[in-house]
T-cell receptor, first 114, second 115 residues
Framework: GAGVSQTPSNKVTEKGKYVELRCDPI?????LYWYRQSLGQGPEFLIY????????DSGLPNDRFFAVRPEGSVSTLKIQRTERGDSAVYLC????????????FGPGTRLTVL | AQSVTQLGSHVSVSEGALVLLRCNYS??????LFWYVQYPNQGLQLLLK??????LVKGINGFEAEFKKSETSFHLTKPSAHMSDAAEYFC?????????????FGAGTRLAVHP
């Protein structure tokens, strides 16, 4: 079946602009995670959704970052007033539930802020 | 808080040689541990996971890892490297709170396989 998909695959924007990154999880997966991977580093947790609600947003770096999952499926990560330090690969993962269920990762969106 | 240390950001082996990628973790509770592989321009793929069952865990593509509590280690091995194993490998520990799986990743080890 289809895996986790993310769009766009690449996004180039200018400092100060607003961007939206989209994640389509595997159908039926209730748990959805966002991670950020900076160059040369491992992914870092940003936010976790169980259904429609953000159960843990402790990894969001500041209030410029926001994510939604209004119908419990597709999720959008929104970044306001982008800064050059936001440049990274943003990864989305989904799992059937939470707990020890395997997280399946999408290919990521590479965000470049000029 | 949990953390992961991967020793060696780059490892190079000959085709057919043993692969050993090191991972040490820090956790105040019994951990869940994972190895993921990332091929260029692709998402992370789970190789194997330890969730407190058998300490020797077998994964895909001939990889395995052994959980050693006394050494707080979870090293990844493969007896014979193949050219297709060239990729970046990430070890992760689960900060399991509230019934979900917040993964804490190491910095990664890039494996090169040469003929």
């Amino acid at each position: 079946g289809a895996g986790v998909s993310q769009t766009p695959s690449n996004k180039v924007t200018e400092k100060g602009k607003y961007v939206e990154l989209r994640c389509d999880p595997i159908s039926g997966h209730t748990a959805l995670y966002w991670y950020r991977q900076s160059l040369g580093q491992g992914p870092e947790f940003l936010i976790y959704f169980q259904g429609t609600g953000a159960a843990d947003d402790s990894g969001l770096p500041n209030d410029r970052f926001f994510a939604v999952r209004p119908e419990g499926s597709v999720s959008t990560l929104k970044i306001q007033r982008t800064e050059r330090g936001d440049s990274a690969v943003y990864l989305c993962a989904s799992s059937l539930k939470g707990d020890t269920d395997t997280q399946y990762f999408g290919p990521g969106t590479r965000l470049t802020v000029l | 808080a949990q953390s992961v240390t991967q020793l060696g950001s780059h490892v190079s082996v000959s085709e057919g040689a043993l692969v050993l990628l090191r991972c040490n973790y820090s956790s105040s509770v019994p951990p869940y541990l994972f190895w993921y592989v990332q091929y260029p321009n692709q998402g992370l793929q789970l190789l194997l996971k330890y969730t407190s069952a058998a300490t020797l865990v077998k994964g895909i593509n001939g990889f395995e890892a052994e959980f050693k509590k006394s050494e707080t280690s979870f090293h990844l091995t493969k007896p014979s490297a193949h050219m297709s194993d060239a990729a970046e490998y990430f070890c992760a520990v689960s900060e399991k709170t509230g019934g979900y799986n917040k993964l804490i990743f190491g910095a990664g080890t890039r494996l090169a396989v040469h003929p």
